[in-house]
């Protein structure tokens, strides 16, 4: 069966459950999350076979983050690591403002290196996924990548790359010299406008940023516009691809789901046209419920959204 790989580090979340600043000592909610796991779990959830690689600490929030992925039929190729497990903060500090704050500097996700990438479960894939949070973390991860990828393009692995860019975790000028390498070697590629820009200066809309990065290497390059939908160049041929219109509860995630609802598809066989409106339907539950991953569909609930009455009885 096609599958699709990732790696990358997940991150122990400890998510504000009211509004008001942590100071105070807000109460708590314990989750998990990561740009990648978030992939492996929307593909997971749709039908496909997914894979993460990653090195967790040998602590509790370790067995979580593996109790998890495992528990939403995600294989784990994990090592662990006498650092702890990466952990990242929610504040909600109003209503309507968030605030996070990682940890994850000598964590054991930061601890990845090339020797943690198997040969031989790279090159068995369909699809590698990485995104720019996994270099950002240092060398270490950043040289897992490229072996990964290394792997993967002589195996004729498709490759796909979200750029998901962190100005908490490294400049744009450090994260444009890093991904370019990255970004003609990949298959497809994810982006934000904003994102796109970062390797394709000057290019103006959408249009110009996803010719700007096929332009690098890529086949496809796919741009997110959030309520605007999604523009994607795909082999030379341009598609639009409408939102899904919800109420936006939280839209974090948003972007690992767009790319988990493509990737599944594709992973299916599935042409374009499908995997993009697959993608928006998936980027529409990420944003109409809590947590990144938690409110991702399963095959069987793909028409949810369609229904406009609120209370299926
Ligand atoms: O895309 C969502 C991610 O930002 C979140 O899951 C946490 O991996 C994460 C990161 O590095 O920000």
């Not at 009211?18 to 989750?31: I, N």
């Not at 997110?224 to 509860?249: E, F, I, M, S």
Request: aromatic content about 4%; some cysteine.
């Amino acid at each position: 069966e096609p599958y699709l790989v990732t790696l990358g580090d997940v991150l122990a979340v400890m998510a504000a459950r009211e509004p008001g600043p942590f100071a105070l000592g807000t109460a708590l909610r314990l989750g998990i999350a990561g740009a990648e796991s978030n992939v492996a779990v929307g593909v997971s959830r749709l039908g496909g076979s997914a894979t993460w690689i990653g090195r967790v600490g040998d602590d509790e929030l370790g067995d979580l983050v593996l109790r998890e992925l495992r528990a939403e039929g995600v294989t784990t190729v994990a090592a662990r690591d006498s650092a702890p497990t990466s952990l990242l903060l929610k504040e909600r500090r109003t209503s309507t403002h968030s605030r996070t704050r990682y940890y994850r500097t000598h964590t054991a996700g930061a601890r990845l290196t090339a020797d943690d990438i198997p040969e031989h479960v790279v090159a068995g894939a369909a699809v590698l996924h990485i995104t720019g949070i996994t270099p950002a973390l240092g060398n270490g991860p950043a040289a897992a990548v490229t072996r990964a990828v290394d792997i993967a393009a002589a195996a004729g692995v498709t490759i796909s790359l979200d750029i998901n860019y962190r100005s908490l975790l490294w400049s744009e000028a450090e994260a444009r010299q890093s991904l370019l390498p990255l970004i003609r070697r990949s298959d497809l590629v994810f982006a934000g406008p904003h994102e796109a820009a970062l390797v394709v200066p000057g290019a103006d809309g959408a249009e110009e940023l996803a010719e700007g990065v096929c332009d690098l290497g890529p086949g496809g390059a796919v741009i997110k516009l959030g309520a605007d939908g999604a523009y994607a160049l795909l082999d030379g041929r341009p598609h639009r691809q409408p939102a899904v219109p919800v109420q936006v509860h939280d839209s974090v995630g948003a972007g690992d789901a767009f790319a988990a609802g493509y990737l599944a598809e594709l992973l299916a066989g599935e042409p374009p046209q499908r995997r993009l409106a697959t993608a928006a339907l998936l980027g529409a539950f990420a944003v109409s419920t809590a947590g990144d991953w938690e409110g991702l569909p399963r095959r069987s609930e793909l028409g949810l959204l369609d229904h406009h009455d609120d209370i299926v009885r």
